[in-house]
């Protein structure tokens, strides 16, 4: 069985939302539904723990996220924002989950993908978490995998 991270996942999702966004991320069991667009930012994590994390974030999660981090009205923001934001709070996230890890271990670069109707799995791993979160700026789902024994 694998180890499972749940508290300090949910608590770094929270502590980058606050520091990076200004607002609060709280566990919820609401979705947005699944034929919306939207982006998924996923960076792996390899060496003594090896796995993936990957935020989904709804439209409006997206353009708030970039708009709060980049300091611009919404009406700002551009596609490329919405992706660089996504990826950064990838970063952020699986970075600070590494530094709870079993280590030693390093990240990937950070990959994004848009649209809708796609699928998306992280090969050879397990589902650890997959968690739900809203904030005033929209929904976020926050997944983690670790290779499978």
């Not at 723990?49 to 981090?69: E, K, Y």
């Not at 699986?94 to 990959?111: A, C, D, H, R, Y």
Request: glycine share 8%.
């Amino acid at each position: 069985m694998l180890a499972t991270y749940e508290a300090e996942v949910e608590q770094i999702l929270q502590s980058v939302y606050a520091t990076m966004l200004g607002v609060d991320a709280v566990r919820d069991d609401n979705d947005f539904a699944p034929d919306e667009e939207c982006l998924i930012a996923a960076i792996q994590i390899t060496g003594a723990w090896t796995g993936c994390v990957t935020l989904g974030l709804a439209p409006a999660t997206a353009r708030g996220a970039a708009a709060a981090m980049l300091q611009i009205p919404a009406a700002e923001v551009t596609a490329a924002d919405q992706e660089d934001t996504a990826a950064e709070l990838v970063n952020m996230t699986g970075g600070n989950l590494k530094s709870v890890l079993p280590g030693p271990s390093s990240l990937s670069l950070p990959t994004v993908v848009a649209g809708r109707h796609f699928g998306f799995r992280v090969q050879g791993a397990e589902l650890l978490h997959d968690l739900w979160f809203d904030s005033s700026l929209g929904g976020t789902r926050l997944r983690v995998y670790a290779r499978q024994s």
